[in-house]
């Protein structure tokens, strides 16, 4: 059966316009207003945070960012973070929420990522793990064809920041299971097409622009996933249109 969707897409998600996949795992984290503490795990500058931790005041958000620069600007952006810029290690606590948006195609020792992520969630916590492949498909594009090329060195030169690689599905969940997680669910974000069409959607049509994306996206992953040859790393047909794909992992 079809599995329609009549809830609104809510001001917290919307902050987050242009990225379904983020605007879906907004909302399931801001569906109740009980108190939590959310860790963002690669955060950025920030993207979205500002509004919705305005709109939820009941979260509690800590972020780490490797890149000084993005680290400076989260914080003067989202005054109420915690942000840390060093080592993920001395970072303590224990999240209801792990989020990491576009980080695990960046990171350069994916089994120490996990180790990290798993010593911060709390049991019965949710860690949404989103990557993306868009990097490794665009040839046109010099500055990714240059990091593509030479990522595999960067590590051993100290240049971590600009590291980049291809994530192949069964390694990522792999690495997921070695570390503790069990995965609760997979699924395929962001169709490439209407990513690009967001952006051209004046502002007051984002609410009914978002409604139609997410459910579309929905009912993509729940009627229309199969099976097929490899292709790019994942076996799943939604993944040639949809570069972006998210784990829901939990403690094992
Ligand atoms: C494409 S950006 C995404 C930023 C943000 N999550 C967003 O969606 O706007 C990738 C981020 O991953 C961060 N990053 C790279 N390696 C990382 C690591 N090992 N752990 C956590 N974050 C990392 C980078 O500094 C960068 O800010």
Redesign the pocket.
């Known amino acids: 059966m079809p599995q329609t969707l009549d809830r609104e897409v809510s001001p917290a998600a919307l902050a987050w316009f242009g990225n379904a996949a983020?605007m879906r795992i907004i909302e399931r984290i801001t569906a109740d207003k009980s108190p939590k503490r959310v860790f963002?795990?690669?955060?950025?500058?920030g993207?979205g945070w500002a509004r919705t931790l305005a709109d939820h005041p009941e979260i509690e958000l800590t972020c780490?960012?490797?890149?000084p620069r993005?680290a400076e600007a989260l914080r003067r952006a989202v005054h109420a973070a915690r942000v840390f810029s060093d080592q993920?290690d001395e970072i303590t606590g224990a999240f209801d929420y792990i989020v990491?948006?576009?980080?695990f195609e960046?990171?350069?020792?994916r089994a120490a990522?996990f180790r990290h992520a798993r010593r911060l969630l709390k049991p019965g916590g949710r860690f949404f793990l989103n990557y993306d492949d868009g990097h490794f498909r665009e040839p046109g594009n010099l500055l990714d064809a240059l990091r593509n090329r030479i990522a595999p060195i960067l590590p051993a030169i100290g240049l971590?920041?600009y590291?980049q690689a291809r994530v192949h599905r069964a390694d990522a969940d792999r690495l997921a299971a070695q570390a503790g997680f069990e995965l609760v669910d997979a699924r395929y974000d962001n169709v490439e097409d209407l990513k690009a069409l967001a952006k051209t959607i004046p502002e007051q049509d984002h609410p009914a622009f978002a409604q139609m994306w997410l459910d579309l996206e929905e009912r993509l992953n729940s009627e229309f996933a199969v099976g097929s040859r490899m292709h790019l790393g994942d076996t799943t047909n939604l993944w040639r249109v949809m570069a972006s794909r998210t784990l829901e992992l939990t403690a094992a």
Do not use: C, I, L, Q
Request: glycine residues 8%; neutral net charge.
């Open positions: 983020k963002d795990y690669g955060a950025g500058s993207a780490y960012e490797p890149n993005s993920p990491s948006f576009s980080v960046h990171v350069a020792d990522y971590r920041r590291y």
